[in-house]
């Protein structure tokens, strides 16, 4: 279990990073196709002006799926808050959120999570609070270039930062360890913060497990295809890392990759067609594709198209976009599979959390998306464990509470997982793109997964060295 101090972490001497312009790539591939539009986030959200609610509401605000909501008022007397803690008061607790919405290439980027964060603070202060105490919640936009500039802010403000994704998480990763602040993110990206101290998230992301159900449901579908696979990816870090994790995955589930692996520019290319040329003249019939899904991987399925070639293309959840879907009027996706641990849109009238996760954002003003769900998760994580700290509420509780949690759903958001020891869920289902929708491909029945504790497959080598991770695969890179 992950047993994570704040005294374990001390603080160090922050040194200035310098902003590379290539890191660009891992906004862009990791979390831009999650981006359904250029519409930013409000600023703030405040503590007071609840909104009357029927008894309809009321009722159903009582749990979030099939979780017990963790908010409501103070059972009696607050008896004090405990030791002093930065962003808590008796009537108030302060968080961080954030995105990088107001990134100029991709405007808006990321802002999903934040629309689910302004939804969910409301929610729970329509109930109570976190025992009484009343959230606020305090916007950072990273900009994808300022994270280091936004973490300074955030270490002199907030009790804990909660449900924010920066795509570039890990050029802060010595500051927010330095102030010793707490974490329970929307997604992680890099391997400094994937098997981060002081961070816990709902969908856990670590560098050294990648969930693997996919690998084995496609290998079942397409038996003649898995022994001549390729990947084609953006030539970033990050990304390269992201390929490298998932061929070592697949091939425990026996596929084979070809020695002809294509690495294109992140921002893109001007011509797709030899790529996809080099491709088909390999033979591969299965493609990892690694990267953004507009307008990269939609020209490069049009210039396969063009060169009469057809493979499957297998990719990361990143994938499933309204957008990328709406694209496909020509069929040139038809062959797209992506994987999920969560219960897809397209059955959420099935699946209460999923449900009730669009009706609040909606409700709210705000775009829905995958990266909203998984904000949500971490938002119920982090109350959950707050909740059960009474009116003492403290950084060491809440940490003391999280890395209890074994087991987690999100209130039935995804397949179940494990925060306490950072382990994503051995279970995936697989969608497939077809026409303009999205349709569901393995397992077939609705609402349900496929699960196996041998689809969490272990990595080793060069992707893990880097996170340089302690016995209890804990990163120890900044530690003093």
Same mark, same amino acid.
């Given at each position: 279990?992950?047993?994570?101090?704040?005294?374990?972490?001390?603080?160090?001497?922050?040194?200035?990073?310098?902003?590379?312009?290539?890191?660009?790539?891992?906004?862009?591939?990791?979390?831009?196709?999650?981006?359904?539009?250029?519409?930013?986030?409000?600023?703030?959200?405040?503590?007071?002006?609840?909104?009357?609610?029927?008894?309809?509401?009321?009722?159903?605000?009582?749990?979030?799926?099939?979780?017990?909501?963790?908010?409501?008022?103070?059972?009696?007397?607050?008896?004090?808050?405990?030791?002093?803690?930065?962003?808590?008061?008796?009537?108030?607790?302060?968080?961080?959120?954030?995105?990088?919405?107001?990134?100029?290439?991709?405007?808006?980027?990321?802002?999903?999570?934040?629309?689910?964060?302004?939804?969910?603070?409301?929610?729970?202060?329509?109930?109570?609070?976190?025992?009484?105490?009343?959230?606020?919640?305090?916007?950072?936009?990273?900009?994808?270039?300022?994270?280091?500039?936004?973490?300074?802010?955030?270490?002199?403000?907030?009790?804990?930062?909660?449900?924010?994704?920066?795509?570039?998480?890990?050029?802060?990763?010595?500051?927010?360890?330095?102030?010793?602040?707490?974490?329970?993110?929307?997604?992680?990206?890099?391997?400094?913060?994937?098997?981060?101290?002081?961070? &816990?998230? +709902?969908? @856990?992301? =670590?560098?050294?497990? /990648?969930?693997?159900?996919? %690998?084995? !449901? #496609?290998?079942?579908?397409?038996?003649?295809?898995?022994?001549?696979?390729?990947?084609?990816?953006?030539?970033?870090?990050?990304?390269?890392?992201?390929?490298?994790?998932?061929?070592?995955?697949?091939?425990?589930?026996?596929?084979?990759?070809?020695?002809?692996?294509?690495?294109?520019?992140?921002?893109?290319?001007?011509?797709?067609?030899?790529?996809?040329?080099?491709?088909?003249?390999?033979?591969?019939?299965?493609?990892? &594709?690694? +990267?953004? @899904?507009? =307008?990269?991987?939609? /020209?490069?399925?049009?210039? %396969?198209? !063009? #060169?009469?070639?057809?493979?499957?293309?297998?990719?990361?959840?990143?994938?499933?976009?309204?957008?990328?879907?709406?694209?496909?009027?020509?069929?040139?996706?038809?062959?797209?599979?992506?994987?999920?641990?969560?219960?897809?849109?397209?059955?959420?009238?099935?699946?209460?959390?999923?449900?009730?996760?669009?009706?609040?954002?909606?409700?709210?003003?705000?775009?829905?998306?995958?990266?909203?769900?998984?904000?949500?998760?971490?938002?119920?994580?982090?109350?959950?464990?707050?909740?059960?700290?009474?009116?003492?509420?403290?950084?060491?509780?809440?940490?003391?509470?999280?890395?209890?949690?074994?087991?987690?759903?999100?209130?039935?958001?995804?397949?179940?997982?494990?925060?306490?020891?950072?382990?994503?869920?051995?279970?995936?289902?697989?969608?497939?793109?077809?026409?303009?929708?999205?349709?569901?491909?393995?397992?077939?029945?609705?609402?349900?997964?496929?699960?196996?504790?041998?689809?969490?497959?272990?990595?080793?080598?060069?992707?893990?060295?880097?996170?340089?991770?302690?016995?209890?695969?804990?990163?120890?890179?900044?530690?003093?």
């Amino acid at each position: 279990m992950r047993a994570v101090t704040l005294k374990a972490v001390t603080r160090r001497a922050v040194a200035r990073r310098v902003w590379r312009g290539s890191a660009v790539a891992v906004g862009l591939a990791m979390v831009a196709a999650a981006c359904t539009g250029n519409r930013g986030p409000d600023t703030s959200v405040g503590i007071g002006g609840r909104t009357a609610t029927t008894a309809a509401a009321r009722a159903a605000s009582t749990s979030f799926g099939d979780l017990a909501s963790p908010c409501g008022k103070r059972a009696g007397p607050s008896g004090g808050q405990g030791p002093a803690e930065q962003g808590v008061t008796d009537d108030k607790v302060v968080i961080g959120y954030g995105d990088d919405a107001g990134f100029s290439i991709v405007p808006g980027l990321s802002h999903e999570l934040s629309d689910a964060m302004k939804a969910m603070i409301k929610w729970c202060n329509e109930q109570g609070g976190i025992n009484g105490r009343q959230i606020e919640g305090r916007y950072y936009d990273a900009k994808f270039t300022e994270t280091n500039n936004v973490m300074q802010e955030a270490c002199g403000q907030v009790f804990m930062l909660v449900g924010e994704g920066w795509a570039n998480d890990g050029a802060a990763e010595e500051i927010r360890l330095g102030c010793n602040l707490p974490s329970v993110p929307g997604y992680s990206v890099t391997a400094e913060f994937a098997n981060a101290p002081l961070m &816990y998230q +709902g969908v @856990p992301n =670590p560098i050294d497990v /990648n969930p693997a159900a996919w %690998a084995d !449901q #496609l290998a079942k579908a397409f038996p003649d295809k898995i022994d001549k696979a390729a990947v084609m990816f953006a030539n970033f870090a990050a990304l390269i890392d992201t390929k490298d994790k998932a061929v070592q995955a697949f091939e425990k589930f026996g596929w084979k990759f070809l020695n002809c692996p294509q690495s294109y520019a992140v921002l893109g290319e001007a011509d797709w067609r030899p790529f996809a040329q080099k491709l088909k003249d390999c033979g591969a019939e299965a493609v990892n &594709y690694v +990267g953004t @899904p507009y =307008p990269n991987f939609e /020209n490069l399925l049009d210039s %396969a198209a !063009q #060169l009469d070639y057809k493979p499957i293309w297998y990719a990361e959840a990143n994938m499933y976009d309204s957008v990328f879907a709406k694209w496909n009027t020509n069929g040139n996706g038809d062959n797209v599979y992506v994987r999920l641990a969560f219960t897809p849109f397209e059955e959420a009238a099935k699946n209460k959390a999923t449900k009730q996760y669009e009706d609040l954002v909606t409700k709210n003003g705000g775009d829905i998306a995958l990266l909203g769900m998984q904000a949500t998760s971490s938002f119920l994580l982090w109350a959950t464990a707050a909740k059960q700290c009474g009116s003492a509420l403290t950084r060491q509780c809440v940490l003391d509470n999280l890395k209890k949690v074994t087991k987690w759903t999100g209130g039935g958001l995804h397949a179940e997982t494990n925060p306490a020891e950072n382990l994503g869920p051995p279970c995936g289902m697989v969608m497939k793109l077809q026409g303009t929708k999205w349709v569901r491909f393995a397992p077939k029945k609705a609402v349900t997964f496929d699960c196996s504790p041998d689809y969490n497959v272990k990595i080793t080598g060069r992707v893990v060295d880097q996170a340089q991770l302690g016995p209890d695969r804990i990163s120890t890179k900044f530690k003093k």
